[in-house]
């Protein structure tokens, strides 16, 4: 079983004397692939222990999350306006607010 690396890792594996089996995804396998992704970037943040793990996972994240906005013909500044945007609406996460429920 495969999985979606970042473009230099073939690269980075024969610099090690290795050689990567590696071929091209169309772009439907590369959507796919990118959600598959994403959820492993987030478990990997899930795990992190410590402020620089939790950087350097967030950090793949951030760069999954470009990617799959590039499949869509947008960018990261789309996604800071849209976060933004969503702040301004919504507000954002720093009264750490539970919501157990609502009342009918």
């Not at 970042?6 to 091209?24: E, K, Q, Y």
């Not at 799959?68 to 607010?97: C, N």
Request: proline letters at 3%; glycine letters at 8%; charged letters at 35%.
């Amino acid at each position: 079983m495969g999985k979606l690396v970042r473009d230099r890792i073939p690269d980075l594996i024969r610099a090690d004397g290795r050689t990567p089996r590696v071929r091209t995804l169309n772009r439907a396998e590369l959507r796919t692939a990118l959600y598959a992704k994403l959820a492993e970037e987030v478990d990997e943040l899930r795990a992190a222990a410590g402020r620089d793990a939790v950087i350097e996972e967030a950090a793949d994240i951030l760069e999954v999350l470009t990617a799959i906005v590039g499949e869509y013909d947008a960018d990261l500044d789309g996604i800071i306006d849209a976060a933004r945007a969503k702040r301004t609406h919504r507000g954002g996460f720093d009264m750490r607010l539970w919501l157990d429920g609502v009342e009918p």
